[in-house]
Nanobody, 122 residues
Framework: QVQLVESGGGLVQGGDSLRLSCAAS????????MAWFRQAPGKEREFVAR????????RYADFVKGRFTISRDNAKNTVYLQMNGLKPEDTAIYYC???????????????WGQGTQVTVSS
């Protein structure tokens, strides 16, 4: 059974930092690209960042470039999202996802976590 379990969310003030983690089990982690998506209330789920399975090639949404960093530790089956300079508009539920492709669309991802809430106050 595949499980992706996110952690690290919370309530912070604007300008603060958070690091999200996503622990994977039940899949051959090294064969999957891993990504973070987010969904704010009343909005569609959107792509945040992705890291490829072998070379660790990353891709970011424009709105997080220079602030967020995605990384992975294949030995620990874990992917991270370091979020710096958080803004109120970053408030959302953040989801971890796994794909055997390199896309940035929701439908391209095979497995999803339950999400972790990030709330940024102004």
């Amino acid at each position: 059974q595949v499980q992706l379990v996110e952690s690290g969310g919370g309530l912070v003030q604007g300008g603060d930092s958070l690091r999200l983690s996503c622990a994977a089990s039940g899949i051959f982690f090294g064969a999957y690209a891993m990504a973070w998506f987010r969904q704010a209330p009343g909005k569609e789920r959107e792509f945040v960042a992705r890291i490829s399975w072998r070379l660790g090639i990353t891709r970011y949404a424009d709105f997080v470039k220079g602030r967020f960093t995605i990384s992975r530790d294949n030995a620990k089956n874990t992917v991270y999202l370091q979020m710096n300079g958080l803004k109120p508009e970053d408030t959302a539920i953040y989801y971890c996802a796994a794909s055997q492709g390199l896309g940035v669309q929701v439908y391209e991802y095979d497995f999803w976590g339950q999400g972790t809430q990030v709330t940024v106050s102004s």
